[in-house]
């Protein structure tokens, strides 16, 4: 880098680079510009799939309360669990 011109005893305040200095920082400049775009445009993409991801249109089932004898008896868990009890009972 070299100093504008000015006195020799103070350099003038005006900071000029060499052409392929200013070519350098064009480039920094750029790809820095680059990975700000980078950034905003998957920060845009995964913002919608995150928010959709929270809610769900699909009703839960009601809590059921159990004793401990039909939580351990296999037949309770049938009527709710038909596809589990199934391959379950297959097996």
Same mark, same amino acid.
């Given at each position: 880098? #070299?100093?504008?011109? /000015?006195?020799?005893?103070?350099?003038? #305040?005006? $900071?000029? =680079?060499?052409?392929?200095?200013?070519?350098?920082?064009?480039?920094?400049?750029?790809?820095? $510009?680059?990975?700000?775009? %980078?950034?905003? %445009?998957?920060?845009?993409?995964?913002?919608?799939? /995150?928010?959709?991801?929270?809610?769900?249109?699909?009703?839960?089932?009601? %809590?059921?309360?159990?004793?401990?004898?039909? =939580? =351990?008896?296999?037949?309770?868990?049938?009527?709710? *669990? %038909?596809? *589990?009890?199934?391959?379950?009972?297959?097996?």
């Amino acid at each position: 880098m #070299r100093y504008g011109s /000015g006195s020799k005893t103070e350099p003038s #305040r005006r $900071l000029t =680079l060499s052409p392929s200095e200013k070519s350098m920082n064009q480039r920094l400049t750029l790809r820095s $510009l680059d990975r700000h775009r %980078a950034t905003v %445009a998957t920060l845009a993409l995964m913002l919608p799939l /995150g928010l959709s991801a929270c809610g769900s249109d699909e009703k839960l089932p009601e %809590a059921v309360s159990l004793t401990r004898d039909e =939580l =351990l008896n296999p037949e309770t868990c049938k009527e709710c *669990h %038909a596809t *589990h009890y199934e391959e379950w009972a297959g097996s």
